[in-house]
C-alpha cells in the first residue's frame, strides 16, 4: 500500500501560482511513478502531469505544458506540481497518484493509489 496525502491547495487569482504537494508513505516510494490528475464537478478525472520513478522523465497535459512544473524528491517522499500563470479553467480538485510503471498515469483507470485532493481555485 502507498498512502498519499496533498497539501496546498487554495485560492489565487489569475496569472498568480501555486505550488501543490504530495506526501508519500508506505512502500518503497522510489519505485513508484507519480503523477497529478484534476476534476471539476460532472467531468471525468483528468490527466495533468507525471515523472518517472527516478524522476528523470516529465509528461505533461497539452493545457498545461510550459505553466506547470512536475518534481519529486525521494530522499523526502515527496512529490510537489508548480503552477503558474493560472487560468480560472485550472479550477479543479487536484490529486496526487501512483503508479508501478510511468503509463499506468496516462489514464485515471489504471493508476493504482490515489490520494484524497486538494481543491485549487483560481479566480478571474
Known amino acids: 500500500q502507498v498512502q498519499l496525502v496533498e497539501s496546498g491547495g487554495g485560492l489565487v487569482q489569475a496569472g498568480g501560482s501555486l505550488r501543490v504537494s504530495c506526501a508519500a508513505s508506505?512502500?518503497?516510494?522510489?519505485?513508484?511513478?507519480m503523477g497529478w490528475f484534476r476534476q471539476t464537478p460532472g467531468k471525468e478525472r483528468e490527466f495533468v502531469a507525471a515523472?518517472?520513478?527516478?524522476?528523470?522523465?516529465?509528461y505533461y497535459a497539452d493545457s498545461v505544458k510550459g505553466r506547470f512544473t512536475i518534481s519529486r524528491d525521494n530522499a523526502e517522499n515527496m512529490v510537489y506540481l508548480q503552477m503558474n500563470s493560472l487560468k480560472p479553467e485550472d479550477t479543479a480538485v487536484y490529486y496526487c497518484?501512483?503508479?508501478?510503471?510511468?503509463?499506468?498515469?496516462?489514464?485515471?483507470?489504471?493508476?493504482?493509489?490515489w490520494g484524497q485532493g486538494t481543491q485549487v481555485t483560481v479566480s478571474l
Open positions: 508506505g512502500r518503497t516510494f522510489s519505485n513508484y511513478a
Open positions: 497518484a501512483a503508479g508501478r510503471l510511468v503509463g499506468a498515469l496516462a489514464s485515471a483507470r489504471s493508476v493504482n493509489y
Open positions: 515523472i518517472t520513478a527516478s524522476g528523470d522523465t516529465t
